[in-house]
Structure formats: structure tokens, C-alpha cells
């Protein structure tokens, strides 16, 4: 008899810990969401929401109306036949003592049910369910165990590893602990507030309830939410109180949010002379070291102020003064290394980039450095124009010379940023600086693409050289691997081409990056260029696909006319943007249809030439006479990318192609005429592939 389901209690865990940091809290309250939920899946325990808030010092599950018994199951196992299993009397023969044995349970218990195969022994085994208080210390001590982070450490006897030690324990399930051990301390019913703001002592807790509140009165917000909201408000009030509008960084906010327990801001003041220091070294000076939010005033232009998210409340003009002190030391490095880069032109620092290494196998950056000039401009030869060309070779020159300049040492994420600085400052062109400048984006999947020509260019030849480097010496991304984050190159090499309307043929450019890498004398493996070809394919199915919203058989048609051709991302796309619009529509299927045919009955013929005088069937000579005119018409549509029109004049074969499987047999005897009529479907098979390999589009998927 199955039992009545029993009431849930809540269950309350929290791994108290030392300080986190910020980086490590949100991935592991996610982990700690993810693995307890198929934690109480495996052990058959039904459960309501659970929620993983946290701080720096405490990842915290809990788990409303945790049912306080597993869920019973009945599982039967079969076993011999019946013919086999019983003798002629009745009685179990070896094989179902046997089987019952083995089973665990008695012969008498043993059932007959019918199968397809006949009337079999089975062996029905009825497991109630065990109390969930007797199975929560086994299943939290695995749950804390099995976390796992980037770092971790060991800090006592136990050797047991975690990111930070491990310094309490709180488990309740209904009110009353959940005893279990880990790294030595046993589990209770007490945690810890604020290392500063509580008193110290351990505070008894009952419920999520209690806890939150005990824990709000010694200093601590546990909801990150709540935390977040504190943040924006109080840094929204205090903008507004200076006029000004905050820098938005969501990166930031997230830090200070998993940095503090409870939240207070601040804000406090710079010298205005470092004003004089481009607005992106201030504000990567004040992120980067110290976690500080910029103000904005009402132009854009930064104003004098930081704000500091502090893990303690009172003593805010100490706060603020020594907050104060640090970033005025941060900014006077700051100006001396800008002060002193400029004292060098960009160019002089190549011969610099001799004593950096790209890779260990691929040389230098100054080696780098030539590929990408040598490439860029090619590149600019074919997508722009003659000042395109010599901005992008310029730019090429110098883009990677920023990489040896003291403000990009000390901060490197203002590589291109600081490259752009000092171009303009040397007398640059403010075409070649931009570019500079641009060359590292997309720098992640969500990021905009460079906005000028030679940004895009410049962008374009760094990544098919890096990728043609890799790829040559065979270190290539494999499985989840991908080291050197080259699907992030390959993607953003797909979308510079489809979303800055650039039309390219990959393999010549792959061809060419790799004759530059042997040139430099760097050993390149046979099979790169074909492999990076795939790899293009690759992630232009990803885009097609997740962000065109394209159907994947049509991409595959388009791609499948591809792959011994250009390889041009930009008309892969618009052409199965096309093909997609057109599938809606009536006649797509016919189309469809009408290819498939002469397909698949000269898949084995490559001979195209007709013979129009031994034509002999009405329906074969308007066959021929529709495939004349189609051909006269869609190759040059097609190559004037109006692939509606095309599609419209291929469509327009399907009646002559019915009527011509209809009124006269291919395959006949007569080995003359029927070598006329397979080269007739040929033509008609080749005219569709100038479009799509249209086999492998699923008709059915309309």
C-alpha cells in the first residue's frame, strides 16, 4: 500500500568560510543550487524551492517543504520463463529458486506476468523509503564535499580541500540539527554575523527566518539581491547629489555585490589635474585596483569622484580619506607612465616586440607583426580603397607596439585603448589610431564589432593570423579545450564579415596566412588550412543557427555549394536568409522535388553535353528548351546576388522536369538516348547546385 506522502519541513545549510573571493561566490552558490537539486532527485526527495543566497563568508542552500520521507518506488526484475521456472506439478524448479535467491526474495513472492515473449517469473521488490533525517548527514556531508573551484586550498589535518577554510557548519531540517562532520567541524544550529560588526558571538538559529533576521542584526545581508538593490540606491543618491550620472558597469557592480556582507558607499575625490589623463585610464585605474565606480557628468565628461562599496557601516570620512590616499598614488603612477610613454613614438618600440614571445612554437610579436601588416594589407586591397590600404598598413605596424609601453604593463586591459593615445599623439591619422584602437574587438560573443574599415580589416587579419598560427602547429580546440579561445576568434572573424557587410572568400585568405607563417620560416602542418576551413564552417553554423534563427538543413544546402568555392560568410548567410523566406511559400516544395529527382538518378554522371538533334520526345525538347533558358538567366542572378529572382527561375523547371519523368523513360536500352537524356538531368542537377546542394534540404520542415 503506497503511503500518504508526508509533510515537508525546511532544510537550512550554510558553509561558513573565510572571506571568498568575489569571483568564486556566485559559481559556487551556483554549483551548490545545482548539485543539491540532483542531490534530493537521486535520493527520491520531493522538495519545493530552493534558494542559494550568500556573502564573501557564507554559501547558504535553502530548501523549502523537504518532504520527511523518500518517495517508495517498485521496481520488478524478470526472470525465467514460467514453462521454465515451474514444474509440470507447480513447483519451482532450480532456475526460480535461483532467481528468487539471487533476487533477494522468496520463491512464493516470485509473480507471473505476461510478456510479448510469453509467461515470465519476475521478481517485484518494494522499497518504502527511508526517513529524510536518516539520509540528510550522508547527503550534506557529499554536498559540501563535492564542490569544487578553480583554487582551492588545505588548511588542517582532515587535508580536506576547499576555496577558502572552512570555520563553521549550520544544518537544520524543521528546526532540529543535521548532524554531519566536515574538515573536522561538526554541523549545529549556530552561524556567525559581521567580522566587525557583530559582537562575535555565535547566534542560534531555528529557521531561514530567524537565520536571516539574526543575521541582519549582526551586520550581514544574505540576499545578494538585497544587497545589489543597496548598492544601486545609495550610489544613485549620492551621483545625484554631486550632479552627476553613474558609469553603469555591471562587471563592477557584480564584484562589490559578492565583495561585501553589508553594503555601505561612499564617495570620495581626486585631484582634478589627473582630469588630463584620458578618460580610460582613470576609470580602468579606479576599477581595476580598487573597485571603484566613476560619475559622469551630464556630457559624458568624468568628474573628479569616485564611489567605494565598504563592508562596514560609520567611520566614512576614515574610509574615505584612506580611499583617497590610495587612488591618488594609483593616479600619480598612472600620469608618470603616460607622461613618460609619450616621450617615445609608438614606432620606435617595435624592435621591442623582438624580445616578446606570441608562442613558444610560433616566435615572436614582432613576427606577429609582420604576418598581420603583410595581411592587412591585402586585405585592404580587395575591401577598400587606396587610403584604406596605407591606414590598415600603418595601423598593422603598430598595433601590438602599445603592448611594451609602462601604462599597458601596469594595466594591460588598455592595450588598443593606449594605442590609440599615442598614435594620436605621434601625428597619426586618426583613421590608423581608430584602428588601432578597434583591432581587439569583438573582444567577447556580445561586444560590437569594430565601427571603421580599417578597424574591421586590421580585427579580421589579427584573427585569421592567429587562428592560421595555431591551427598550423596543431594546437587546436578539442572537446570543451580551447585554450587560447580560438572558437572566439572564429566567431568573431563571422560576425566582422555577415554584421560589417564585408564580402570575403575565407580559403584565399587562410591560404595567404598560412604562406606567411612558412615564409617566416614556421613548420605548418598539411592538413591546417582544411581543418580551419572546417572550423569556419563550424561557427558560421552557430551563428546561422542561433543568432540568424536560420533553419540548419538550408544552411547545410548553401554551405555543401561552398566547400570547395570562396567561402564567403556574408553571401552564406543572405543566401540562405533567401532560401529560408522562399521555403513559406507554395512552390518551395516543388522545388525541392524537382532537384531530388534528377539527382538521385544521375548521382553516378558527370557528362553534361546534350545532343539536341536526338532528342525525340516532345516533353525532352521542352525540357531542354526551359534548361537553355534558365541557364541563360539564374547563373547571372545569382552572381548579381538577387537569389529571389534566381529562385523564381529554377522554380519554373518543375513542370517541364514532371512532365518529363512522366512521358519518356531515362533509363531505356537504347545506351545513345539514354546518355542524352542523363546529360539533359545534369544540367538541370548542376543548374541547381550554382544555388544550394538542395538534397539535403528537409522538405517535411516547411
Sequence with gaps: MRRKPEKGYELLLEIGTEELPAQVVPLALTELKDRAIQSLKDARLRHGTIKTPGTPRRLTVWVQDLADYQEAISTAVMGPSKAVGFDAQGHPTKAAIGFAASQGVPVSALEVRTTPKGEYLFAVKKDPGRKTTLLLPGLLSELVGGLSFPKAMRWNETNVRFARPVRWLLSLYGGTPVRFEFAGLKAGDKTLG????????????????????????????????????????????????????????????????????????????????????????????????????????????????????????????????????????????????????????????????????????????????????????????????????????????????????????????????????????????????????????????????????????????????????????????????????????????????????????????????????????????????????????????????????????????????WQSGAFDPRDILIRSQVLQAFAARREFEALVIAFKRAENITKAQTEDKVDAVSLKEEVEKTLYTAVCAAEDVAPGLIRDAKYEDALKALVALKGPIDAFFTGVMVMVDDEALRRNRLALLVRVRNLFRQYADFSKINIELK
Design 194 to 561: 559581521h567580522r566587525i560588526l557583530s559582537s562575535g558571538r555565535p547566534l542560534g538559529v531555528k529557521d531561514f527566518r530567524s537565520y536571516e533576521k539574526a543575521l541582519e542584526h549582526a551586520g550581514v545581508i544574505v540576499d545578494p539581491d538585497r544587497r545589489r538593490a543597496m548598492i544601486v540606491s545609495q550610489v544613485e543618491r549620492i551621483a545625484q547629489q554631486k550632479r552627476g550620472v553613474l558609469h553603469r558597469d555591471e562587471a563592477l557592480l557584480e564584484q562589490a555585490v559578492f565583495s561585501v556582507e553589508m553594503p555601505q558607499v561612499v564617495i570620495g575625490s581626486f585631484d582634478p589635474k589627473y582630469l588630463d589623463l584620458p578618460k580610460d585610464v582613470l576609470m580602468t585605474a579606479m576599477k581595476e585596483h580598487q573597485g571603484y565606480f566613476s560619475l559622469l557628468g551630464k556630457n559624458g565628461s568624468l568628474l573628479p569622484h569616485f564611489v567605494a562599496v565598504v563592508n562596514m557601516r560609520g567611520s566614512e570620512a576614515t574610509i574615505t580619506a584612506g580611499n583617497e590616499r590610495v587612488l591618488a598614488a594609483r593616479l600619480a603612477d598612472a600620469k608618470f607612465f603616460f607622461d613618460e610613454d609619450r616621450k617615445t613614438r609608438l614606432e620606435s618600440r617595435l624592435e621591442k616586440l623582438k624580445g616578446v614571445t606570441f608562442h613558444q612554437k610560433l616566435g615572436t610579436l614582432y613576427q606577429k607583426v609582420g604576418r598581420v601588416t603583410a595581411l592587412a594589407t591585402k586585405l585592404a586591397d580587395t575591401l577598400g580603397d587606396l587610403d584604406t590600404v596605407e591606414h590598415c598598413r600603418q595601423a598593422a605596424k603598430l598595433c601590438k607596439a602599445d603592448l611594451v609601453t609602462g601604462m599597458v604593463g601596469e594595466f594591460p586591459t588598455l592595450q588598443g585603448v593606449m594605442g590609440r593615445e599615442y598614435a594620436l599623439h605621434d601625428g597619426e591619422p586618426k583613421a590608423v589610431a581608430d584602428a588601432i584602437a578597434e583591432h581587439y574587438r569583438p573582444r567577447f560573443a556580445e561586444d560590437a564589432i569594430p565601427a571603421s574599415l580599417a578597424g574591421k580589416i586590421l580585427s579580421l587579419a589579427d584573427r585569421f593570423d592567429t587562428l592560421a598560427a595555431f591551427f598550423s602547429v596543431g594546437l587546436v580546440p578539442s572537446g570543451s579545450q580551447d585554450p587560447f579561445a580560438l572558437r572566439r576568434q572564429a566567431y568573431a572573424v563571422i560576425r566582422i564579415l555577415v554584421e560589417g557587410a564585408l564580402s570575403l572568400g575565407l580559403n584565399a585568405t587562410i591560404q595567404d596566412a598560412v604562406r606567411l607563417l612558412k615564409e617566416q620560416g614556421i613548420p605548418v602542418e598539411d592538413k591546417a588550412a582544411g581543418e580551419l576551413q572546417r572550423f569556419f564552417g563550424e561557427r558560421l553554423r552557430y551563428y546561422a543557427q542561433e543568432v540568424a534563427r536560420l533553419r540548419g538543413d538550408l544552411v547545410e544546402a548553401v554551405l555543401a555549394r
